[in-house]
């Protein structure tokens, strides 16, 4: 396996990140703005809202210009919107900066799918496009874990004697920073996929390459199941029943991590009992 994908992998994570990092934060942002459950909710959906529209808009500019551009235009934007989050003092600027990372999302899934099926033969498609899915699953994890335990924690960086104070504003600005190492690391070490000639010809053509590596996957992938499952846990939004930052972050790393191990145990069996 080439290295440089572990990059693309890494976008796909701060990709997802992104998206559930905010979840167990808003029972604060729902005391802090005096949110109703409404708009908790508008503003959890907001993101994924964005991305839908915007999804086949960045495809058809990464056959144009490049995955790798595209690919940096995407982890860029998502570090605007950390960084908006990060300094939001209104439920408006909150909805800005989802917005923001919702816009530049979708330029990530089928950049990175593209560019895995650009740079991998047949055989190797497969393992490359099931890896995606992986990073998909660890973001959905670790999302609101990490987003949950930042916010409550206080700590010193020993290298540069920088100390951080519990606020909920952490888990933004750590994440921006992550999302600018992983855009110097686009930058310096992934190469182009596509040639000139390619670039212009789908451009034209407005095809992708992301049409021609789906149907060759032989499962279906459990990240769309586990969404429309999320979507219908009736997660309590009002800010009487939500439990606080660090019980909520531990509620969704044991719930992600027993959802996506009991997906993986019915893909393995159907795969070796019918392949």
């Not at 839908?52 to 995407?74: A, E, H, N, Y």
């Not at 998502?78 to 923001?100: E, K, P, T």
């Not at 104070?165 to 190469?191: D, E, H, K, Y």
């Not at 009736?234 to 996506?260: D, E, M």
Request: net charge positive.
């Amino acid at each position: 396996m080439n290295f440089r994908f572990y990059f693309i992998y890494l976008t796909v994570f701060v990709n997802v990140m992104a998206f559930t990092l905010i979840f167990p934060l808003l029972p604060t942002y729902a005391q802090r703005f005096n949110a109703s459950t409404l708009e908790i909710g508008m503003l959890a959906g907001s993101f994924g809202l964005a991305q839908l529209f915007c999804s086949p808009l960045w495809g058809r500019v990464s056959d144009r210009i490049g995955r790798k551009p595209t690919i940096m235009m995407c982890v860029s934007g998502l570090g605007l919107g950390f960084l908006v989050l990060a300094v939001s003092q209104s439920l408006g600027m909150l909805f800005v900066g989802r917005l923001i990372q919702g816009i530049f999302s979708g330029a990530s899934l089928p950049s990175a799918r593209a560019y895995a099926a650009d740079m991998s033969d047949k055989a190797g498609r497969v393992k490359s496009m099931g890896r995606i899915e992986a990073a998909l699953a660890l973001g959905t994890i670790l999302g609101p874990f990490i987003g949950g335990v930042l916010a409550e924690s206080s700590f010193t960086i020993p290298i540069i004697n920088f100390s951080v104070q519990q606020s909920i504003t952490t888990p933004f600005f750590f994440s921006f920073l992550f999302a600018m190492l992983n855009f110097l690391l686009v930058f310096f070490f992934l190469p182009e996929s596509l040639s000139n000639e390619l670039k212009l010809s789908r451009g034209k053509r407005g095809s992708s390459t992301l049409r021609k590596c789906v149907p060759s996957l032989p499962v279906r992938s459990p990240h769309s199941l586990s969404w429309r499952l999320y979507g219908r846990s009736g997660f309590p939004t009002t800010r009487s029943t939500f439990p606080s930052s660090p019980n909520l972050s531990w509620a969704f790393l044991l719930l992600g991590s027993g959802h996506y191990l009991a997906l993986w145990e019915l893909s393995h069996w159907l795969l070796s009992s019918y392949f």
